[in-house]
């Protein structure tokens, strides 16, 4: 089992900056991929940005610019920096993991961007 934790989510203004992290613990060998997705009310849960065990890293076109996804090994923590945050963003985040054939994701964070 894998089992994740974030933190970091909260109300900012637009255009202001806010990091999430996602502590990752148990059964951690043979993670292919760690990433962090969003839903906003009504939405589709959707990928926000993912980084390989390898060090590849992928964006949505929409954060492309602004959110850098970056991971701590000795740490078992991965990040979301999150830049220029505009009204759009706001949503429920949520960090995963791909181990083998499976998925596991925590149990999200608020991020709310607000006027």
């Known amino acids: 089992q894998v089992q994740l934790v974030e933190s970091g989510g909260g109300l900012v203004q637009p255009g202001e900056p806010l990091r999430l992290s996602c502590v990752v613990s148990?059964?951690?060998?043979?993670?292919?991929?760690m990433g962090w997705h969003r839903q906003a009310p009504g939405k589709q849960r959707e990928l926000v940005a993912s980084?390989?065990?390898?060090?590849?890293?992928y964006y949505a076109d929409f954060v492309k610019g602004r959110f850098t996804i970056s991971r701590d090994s000795a740490k078992n923590t991965v990040y979301l920096q999150m830049n220029s945050l505009k009204f759009e963003d706001t949503a429920v985040y949520y960090c995963?993991?791909?181990?083998?054939?499976?998925?596991?994701w925590g149990q999200g964070t608020q991020v709310t961007v607000s006027s």
């Open positions: 980084i390989t065990s390898g060090g590849s890293t």
């Open positions: 995963g993991v791909i181990k083998g054939f499976q998925s596991y």
């Open positions: 148990g059964s951690i060998s043979s993670i292919r991929s």
